[in-house]
T-cell receptor
Framework: NAGVMQNPRHLVRRRGQEARLRCSPM?????VYWYRQLPEEGLKFMVY????????ESGMPKERFSAEFPKEGPSILRIQQVVRGDSAAYFC??????????????FGAGSRLTVL | AQSVTQLDSQVPVFEEAPVELRCNYS??????LFWYVQYPNQGLQLLLK??????LVESINGFEAEFNKSQTSFHLRKPSVHISDTAEYFC?????????????FGIGTKLQVIP
């Protein structure tokens, strides 16, 4: 089991370009969370998705950011027209069910976006 | 709403000395408490968690944390640190919200173990 796989690990974009970050959850996991970590800050929740559904996007900026988790393939976090303030580490986490119980979130290694 | 406060952004400590990383939380509903560790250029890894039962929980690498409801704290301790413990530690509260987990993280505490 390869765990949560994120790619690319590092991405450099110029202002105005698009950034696409991918997350493949652990095998058997159908719940995906995206978090953003800005320098000197903790992780901030962005969006929670299940297969083909966005359940909670309360942490997503209203413009330029979107996320999807299609029936087949990885979850994608898309940032259009990037600005310098988007430079951050973006972490994906997955779980095998939405409820709590003994379930925890398994995190990927993150994608570090640098906007020049 | 819930919040997590980690009072120390950086904690330097000599190898083999004890350490305590402080965490306080506030929430209007029942929550569950976690500590995660992040090594350089890696994702977060679960260190330990408190769900219910004994208020003292332990990790496999010698860390422990005690849930104190009256003080709304969940401080992380280790009696003797090792160089390999150098990392950033995040306290987090998890709560169930409509059938999924809402997680709030503290800003993190960087533990630097000095040889």
């Amino acid at each position: 089991n390869a765990g949560v796989m994120q790619n690319p690990r590092h991405l450099v974009r110029r202002r105005g370009q698009e950034a696409r970050l991918r997350c493949s959850p652990m095998k058997g996991h159908s719940h995906v969370y995206w978090y953003r970590q800005l320098p000197e800050e903790g992780l901030k929740f962005m969006v929670y998705l299940q297969k083909e559904n966005i359940i909670d996007e309360s942490g997503m900026p209203k413009e330029r950011f979107s996320a999807e988790f299609p029936k087949e393939g990885p979850s994608i976090l898309r940032i259009q027209q990037v600005v310098r303030g988007d430079s951050a580490a973006y972490f994906c986490a997955s779980s095998d069910q939405g409820g709590f119980g003994a379930n925890v979130l398994t995190f990927g290694a993150g994608s570090r976006l640098t906007v020049l | 709403a819930q919040s997590v406060t980690q009072l120390d952004s950086q904690v330097p400590v000599f190898e083999e000395a004890p350490v305590e990383l402080r965490c306080n939380y506030s929430s209007s509903v029942s929550v569950y408490l976690f500590w995660y560790v992040q090594y350089p250029n890696q994702g977060l890894q679960l260190l330990l968690k408190y769900l219910s039962g004994s208020t003292l929980v332990e990790s496999i690498n010698g860390f422990e944390a005690e849930f104190n409801k009256s003080q709304t704290s969940f401080h992380l301790r280790k009696p003797s640190v090792h160089i390999s413990d150098t990392a950033e530690y995040f306290c987090a509260v998890h709560r169930n919200s409509g059938g999924y987990q809402k997680v709030t993280f503290g800003i993190g505490t960087k533990l630097q173990v000095i040889p």
